[in-house]
């Protein structure tokens, strides 16, 4: 199976400013197509998950644009430009490459 | 566009229970559906794929062997039979859209998801 991490497990924000969290997978998440098979959610309390970004850069459909998602092979980075209240809750890369599916641990972002 | 769990509950260990995912707002035979689990105090935990055409299902090791998804396209509705449950079956249940096919799996991303069904596992 492949093995997801995410660093920092934990990241106290400050609104307006900047985030970045990582995930790396134990094997390379690139397809023979060149797709990165990974997909980042967000959990916020109480809520069902949401997709941000899939095949490691793609925003879907309504996502703000200060989400973006990076990084090719192992390493993969999730940014927001600049973090908003509402972007409270814990962050999943989870990797779609093959069964099984695999999450990471989650990062837990909130407000400082 | 939705899903929407149900069947979740109290069980003894041992026992069995079946969630369903009723979905709507699309040609529910064009898409796969997942089920994800989310544990009290735990991550995400990915349980089970069934295919649009109910011929592939996948199963996270955890459930394999006890744990059965299967499709009812006359009733745009998946079920997750779990047999021999046990205390850490107990989680919120998720169904969730496939989309994309970039890769084997043909699931670039899960999205909608529903609103989860309890399931506590508890003598």
């Known amino acids: 199976d492949i093995v997801m991490t995410q660093s920092p497990l934990s990241l106290p924000v400050t609104p307006g400013e900047p985030a970045s969290i990582s995930c790396r997978s134990s094997?390379?998440?690139?397809?023979?197509?060149?797709?990165?098979?990974l997909t980042w959610y967000l959990k916020k309390p109480g809520k069902s998950p949401e997709v941000l970004i899939y095949?490691?850069?793609n925003r879907t459909s309504g996502v703000p644009d200060r989400f973006s998602g990076s990084g090719s092979g192992t390493d993969f980075t999730l940014k927001i430009s600049r973090v908003e209240a509402e972007d409270v809750g814990i962050y999943y890369c989870?990797?779609?490459?093959?069964?099984?599916?695999?999450f990471g641990p989650g990062t837990k972002v909130d407000i400082k | 566009v939705q899903v929407v769990e149900s069947g979740g509950g109290v069980v003894q260990p041992g026992k069995s229970l079946t969630l369903s995912c009723a979905a709507s707002?699309?040609?529910?035979?064009?898409?796969?559906i997942h089920w994800v689990r989310q544990a009290p105090g735990k991550g995400l935990e990915w349980v089970a794929i069934?295919?649009?055409?109910?011929?592939?299902?996948f199963y996270a090791e955890s459930v394999r062997g006890r744990f059965a998804i299967s499709r009812d396209d006359s009733r745009n509705t998946v079920y997750l039979e779990m047999n021999s449950l046990r205390d850490e079956d107990t989680a919120i249940y998720y169904c969730?859209?496939?989309?994309?096919?970039?890769?084997?799996?043909?699931?670039?991303?899960?999205?909608?998801w529903g609103q989860g069904t309890l399931v506590t596992v508890s003598s």
């Open positions: 969730a859209r496939a989309n994309g096919c970039s890769s084997g799996v043909c699931s670039d991303w899960l999205d909608p």
């Open positions: 707002g699309f040609v529910f035979n064009n898409y796969g």
């Open positions: 069934i295919w649009y055409d109910g011929q592939n299902k």
């Open positions: 094997q390379s998440l690139l397809h023979i197509n060149g797709h990165n098979c």
């Open positions: 095949l490691g850069s």
């Open positions: 989870m990797q779609t490459l093959q069964n099984p599916l695999t």
